[in-house]
């Protein structure tokens, strides 16, 4: 069994997707960031850091193992199971590649550019330059998909990595409408029952108000398809029933 330490964020999501797709069995541990329950010392144990994702592996002939860094954990988790990453060759350079690039680019840039708009307005310099520098990472991205299903050459980690980070596109000063490809891809992925399981599970968690937000088109400039939408409902309602039983 894995322990997944776990908010409800794109971070998070990566690996309660990943976990989701590969059928492992696993708990979530919620680590209540706003409390700052990633500074106790229990935590820091696992992630010395302060930050979620981290996970406990409990099923090794080594004994627990964790891991902390989402990137390190897709990539142990792929390597655990054989599965959505290529063992070896150019798939395999071009998913590491793509998934880096999430960690050290996407996730990061957006994050300051939420940081800005949201809770730093009056920094307009702050604004600017990390908007456009969202911007401009969309655009590698949906250059990337122009002709491809997957950001990689099969659909593995670097999806993982990237999904969540386009659900809060809004929260980065991102419309979909300027990035077809990326849209077409959020779309298909997020049609995917265990990405909406995997997304729903983090949020159950959550108190009631945290919850309410992510209960819709939650920072999406445009409604979601009404198909997807519904999906996303049961897929929430399914996950707030587990959490309370
Ligand atoms: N580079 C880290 C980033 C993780 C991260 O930023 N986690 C945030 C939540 S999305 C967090 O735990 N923040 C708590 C804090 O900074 O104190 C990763 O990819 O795992």
Redesign the pocket.
Known sequence: MIDLYD?P????W?VSVMLEECELPYTLKH?D?LN?D??KPEFLKISP??????IVDHDTPHGPISV????A?LVYLAEKTGKFLPKSGPARVAALEWTFWQ?AGL??MC?QANHFRNYMKENTQGVDRYTKEASRLYGVLNKRLAGREWIADTYGIADFACWGWVWFHKMAGQDLEDYPEIKRWFYNMSKRPAVQRGKAATVALASENMRKMYDGPFWSPQPLEPELMRLHQEELEAAAKAAKK
Do not use: R
Not at 49 to 54: D, G, H, S, T, V
């Open positions: 908010y964020t794109p971070n998070a990566k680590v960031i700052n990633q500074f850091n302060n930050k979620i994702p981290a902390f860094e989402s990137g954990i960690v996730g990061p994050g």
